[in-house]
């Protein structure tokens, strides 16, 4: 299974960014995706993540309000709406998938099998 993200960028604060998550594991639907994301000199945390077999969505409370996730099966691709991006948000954004995500596990890392390789949002005046 290979996941390509894309979409990170420069973008100032308060401004918009759409990162895109294409996941070539089928029957897509399964799959959980998550989006974690590292700061230089931090440890990755996790940011937003959407359930396979139903699609609930859970977010980190940092993100609440301004991040939204959504997913489109037919095109196996996990999209996260970044809106009023502040200089904290700034960091590597990884998507992560999986089919065996245990219940009450989503924000744990290590709960995923398959990642991607990550894209770089730079939020700067």
């Known amino acids: 299974v290979q996941l390509q993200a894309s979409g990170g960028g420069l973008v100032q604060p308060g401004g918009s960014l759409r990162l895109s998550c294409v996941v070539s594991g089928r029957p897509f639907r399964t799959y959980t995706v998550a989006w974690f994301r590292q700061a230089p000199g931090k440890e990755r945390e996790f940011v937003v993540g959407i359930r396979g077999n139903g699609g609930s969505t859970h977010y980190a409370d940092s993100v609440k309000g301004r991040f939204s996730i959504s997913r489109d099966n037919a095109k196996g691709t996990v999209y996260l709406q970044m809106n009023n991006l502040k200089p904290e948000d700034m960091a590597l954004y990884f998507c992560?998938?999986?089919?065996?995500?245990?219940?009450?596990?989503?924000?744990?890392?290590?709960?995923?099998?398959?990642w991607g390789q990550g894209t770089l949002v730079t939020v700067s005046s």
């Open positions: 992560a998938a999986s089919q065996t995500v245990i219940l009450g596990a989503l924000r744990r890392p290590e709960q995923y099998h398959y």
